[in-house]
């Protein structure tokens, strides 16, 4: 477990649902505390997609240090387990130069992994994990989850039939090891942060406030260059089920790209889907997350809330 001494905050946490103003948040706080931005974004990992996935800009990167943004590319897939043993050592970097990391992003399976620890993995020979993959792409996800609906049931009852990567991994996990992953991930292993000893902070924007971020921004990507991102992601020729393909808009631009949409139908598909994306988020954070995560509706820091959030953890506190 990472772990300040002197009884000081391990790290402050900044979660939300897409466009809900995060990184803005995390930037004006970052800059006034002396903190360093940790990206806990699935898709912000990736080097080939910078405006689709609202990565930090370079005048934001030059303001305040950032780790852990477009590092990987887009040919990878990337699991919650690379991603936490990566902002483990982040952190301990940060803490041990006596700065407070400031974890932001809106994969919720990361901090719960952050904070209540991640079941260990078994590795995947690559002949295993090879052939499923192969088999993925020559039989679709649909026949795949038939399989594993017959061999472990429990798993193939909480996966889509469409998720393609999510079930090849059940697959290899039952090849390599004779076990269920759902058995596997319920051992959970020690977290990396001590949820006591953190800011939390969820920010819940109205729906509508919500819904008009969203549409303005998408558009702004458009404009500003997303197609030429999707171009250039189309010409890797990968693999339509590699998260980078299916990360919120893509699909839309590549369909105009590809002739099958006009861009303004395309613009408005690719927002659509962003906002039941946004709507899937914030289910997702009412119900998993607890009471104690700081719940605030807009982004904006005051210096009230700067007080709150920076005191010394007391019970029912951040």
């Known amino acids: 477990m990472v772990k300040n001494s002197g009884g000081q905050m391990d790290a402050i946490l900044i979660a939300g649902p897409t ?3 995060k990184s803005a948040l995390a930037l004006d706080l970052a800059d006034r ?6 990206n806990a974004d699935s898709m912000q990992v990736y080097s080939a997609l910078h405006l689709l996935t609202a990565r930090p800009s370079q005048a934001d990167t030059d303001q305040v240090e950032h780790r852990l943004y477009g590092h990987r590319p887009a040919d990878q ?7 936490m043993r990566e902002a483990a050592e982040v952190i301990a970097d940060v803490q041990s130069r006596g700065q407070v990391p400031i974890i932001v992003g809106g994969t919720g399976l990361y901090f719960e992994a952050l904070l209540g620890g991640l079941a260990t993995m078994p590795d995947i020979p690559e002949p295993v994990r090879t052939a499923r993959r192969a088999e993925l792409q020559a039989n679709g996800p649909a026949a795949m989850h ?7 049931p429990e798993t193939a009852a909480r996966l889509s039939p469409n998720d393609g990567q999510r079930i090849a991994r059940a697959l290899e ?6 076990k269920s992953i759902s058995v ?10 001590e949820a006591a000893n953190t800011r939390r902070i969820l920010l819940m924007p109205e729906r509508d406030v919500l819904t008009g971020r969203i549409d303005r921004r998408f558009r702004q990507m458009v404009e500003g260059g997303a197609l030429d991102e999707v171009r250039r992601l189309l010409d890797l020729h990968l693999d339509p089920s590699m998260p980078a393909m299916k990360a919120i808009g893509v699909p839309e631009l590549a369909a105009h790209l590809n002739g099958d949409l006009d861009l303004e139908n395309a613009v408005d598909q690719g927002a659509a889907a962003t906002r039941r994306y946004a709507k899937r988020q914030m289910t997702w954070f009412r119900n998993r997350f607890s009471e104690d995560w700081h719940r605030i509706s807009s982004p904006t820091l005051s210096n009230v809330d700067l007080q709150l959030i920076l005191r010394q953890p007391t019970a029912g506190s951040l």
């Open 19 to 21: 466009a809900s103003g």
């Open 33 to 38: 505390i002396g903190g360093v931005i940790v």
């Open 77 to 83: 897939t990337y699991s919650t387990g690379e991603w």
């Open 146 to 152: 038939g399989e594993l609906a017959r061999k472990d």
């Open 173 to 178: 996990v039952l090849d390599a090891t004779g």
């Open 184 to 193: 596997l991930q319920a051992a959970r292993g020690e977290p990396v942060l």
